[in-house]
């Protein structure tokens, strides 16, 4: 079984920390992803990776950052952390196989960080 | 990004009742993909479907995707305590990304 684990379930942090959310998979998968879940809004991505050290904005990127030094491990950084980012936050990797009609891009996700900036 | 818009955005029924959800999209998508996500956890492939016109069916669960590749229903038969929790469609398409709609949450109760 697919395993993607994020380091913490919930956090609760400062406005103006840095914050630093940690996500780790180990079925060898070329692509990961971070979103925020909020309610009414649904899954908004903020960042993916499809390889080691390449990063692409999602649809939400303000405000955040992403490292990707090792195939297995994503983070995400929070350089200033604000009220308005409290939220579930969600992590999943994905391999993309086939092409076309064929192609197969199943996403894996871990439990999720709940994070609350007070 | 491509909008999928599903309805309806919550759901409480009680056990042993039928219910429907949509998801639908003005984009032709090459495949779409159905997410459960429990209360407390990540969301979870229940399945994929690819053809114009394709049924799939998942114990009591059945999913078929529309004959334009717009837009896809899931059906629940008898529905379970166990059945509770953010029912989500995924447009795919090429690239990396997912299309997600915002979800439909069902309750259930006994």
């Known amino acids: 079984d697919v395993k993607v684990t994020q380091s913490s379930r919930y956090l609760v942090k400062r406005t103006g920390e840095k914050v630093f959310l940690e996500c780790v998979q180990d079925?060898?998968?070329?692509?990961m992803f971070w979103y925020r879940q909020d309610p009414g809004l649904g899954l908004r991505l903020i960042y993916f990776s499809y390889d080691v050290k390449m990063k692409e904005k999602g649809d939400i990127p303000e405000g955040y950052s992403v490292s990707r030094e090792k195939k297995e491990r994503f983070s995400l950084i929070l350089e200033s952390a604000s009220t308005n980012q409290t939220s579930m936050y969600l992590c999943?990797?994905?391999?993309?196989?086939?092409?076309?009609?064929?192609?197969?891009?199943?996403?894996?996700f871990g439990a999720g960080t709940r994070l609350s900036v007070l | 990004t491509q909008l999928l818009e599903q309805s309806p955005q919550f759901l409480s029924i009680q056990e042993g009742e039928n219910l429907t959800v949509y998801c639908n999209s003005s984009s032709v998508f090459s495949s779409l993909q159905w997410y459960r996500q429990e209360p407390g956890e990540g969301p979870v492939l229940l399945v994929t479907?690819?053809?114009?016109?394709e049924v799939k069916k998942l114990k009591r669960l059945t999913f078929q995707f529309g004959d334009a590749r717009k837009d896809s229903s899931l059906h629940i038969t008898a529905a379970q305590p166990g059945d509770t929790g953010l029912y989500l469609c995924?447009?795919?398409?090429?690239?990396?990304?997912?299309?997600f709609g915002k979800g439909t949450s069902l309750l259930v109760t006994p």
């Open positions: 479907v690819v053809t114009g016109g």
């Open positions: 999943a990797s994905s391999l993309l196989t086939g092409s076309g009609a064929l192609a197969k891009n199943i996403q894996y």
């Open positions: 079925m060898d998968h070329e692509n």
């Open positions: 995924a447009g795919v398409n090429s690239g990396y990304a997912l299309n």
